[in-house]
């Protein structure tokens, strides 16, 4: 699988010409899928934002409205009640998954109960675009300060990669993204680790990874 973490989406040519280059053909040739689960596990969200994530009402050309060929929605909490051989075919038969942000360890939950978690081994040409906790499962911790389904839970995550997310750092009037909090987060966490902005996204295509950003980001290593 060919992974694009972003913080806010596909918000400049940057990280556009990186997802085109992922899909190997442009995304008006492209099906898409949108996962907005996470959402449902973060308290900030309602009916109403997943409604405008879907609708592209929000984010305009940023993720949804980025101008696909088809987009259709996988609502991973109704895979359990539905059978396998019904699902899966829709999901190997996207260019992309589009996952939207919210709760990790929420989406993380349902990403394992649906089934989609041991899937992701053989979705080999499949694009990955994240969105802030769309992005933040799939690293190995996500830090107490981002818990707010359980918030006395533990942290960990997927672990397809080697490092940790701090998204939406310095976004305007959220007072706990700064670069301060950045460094206070990092140094709970093991290993490597990135703040990134919503101008700033990280490329991971067959075990490589690439920073794109045309904003700020800094990187963390313990």
């Not at 309602?46 to 609708?55: D, I, K, L, M, N």
């Not at 699902?87 to 360890?105: M, S, Y």
């Not at 939950?109 to 802030?132: C, F, I, K, N, Y």
């Not at 993204?177 to 709970?188: G, K, S, V």
Request: with cysteine.
């Amino acid at each position: 699988m060919k992974l694009l973490l972003t913080s806010g989406g596909v918000t400049n040519d940057s990280i556009r010409e990186a997802l085109i280059g992922m899909l190997g053909k442009p995304i008006a040739d492209s099906d898409a899928l949108f996962i907005p689960t996470a959402q449902w596990g973060q308290p900030a969200c309602s009916p109403q934002t997943v409604w405008r994530s879907t609708a592209a009402r929000d984010d305009d050309d940023r993720l949804v409205g980025l101008g696909w060929k088809s987009v259709g929605v996988l609502e991973l909490t109704a895979l359990p009640s539905l059978a396998e051989e019904r699902w899966k075919p829709w999901v190997r038969a996207a260019d992309v998954l589009l996952v939207d942000g919210g709760e990790a360890r929420y989406l993380w939950t349902w990403m394992r109960q649906s089934g989609l978690a041991a899937m992701l081994p053989e979705l080999a040409d499949t694009v990955w675009v994240g969105v802030s906790a769309g992005s933040m499962v799939m690293t190995p911790r996500v830090g107490t300060e981002f818990l707010d389904w359980q918030p006395d839970g533990p942290d960990d995550t997927l672990g397809l990669v080697d490092f940790s997310i701090f998204p939406h750092l310095d976004y305007p009037g959220w007072s706990q993204n700064t670069l301060e909090a950045a460094r206070r987060w990092a140094e709970r966490i093991p290993g490597r680790a990135y703040a990134i902005d919503d101008q700033t996204a990280i490329a991971v295509v067959d075990g490589r990874v690439e920073v794109i950003s045309e904003g700020h980001w800094e990187q963390f290593d313990r």
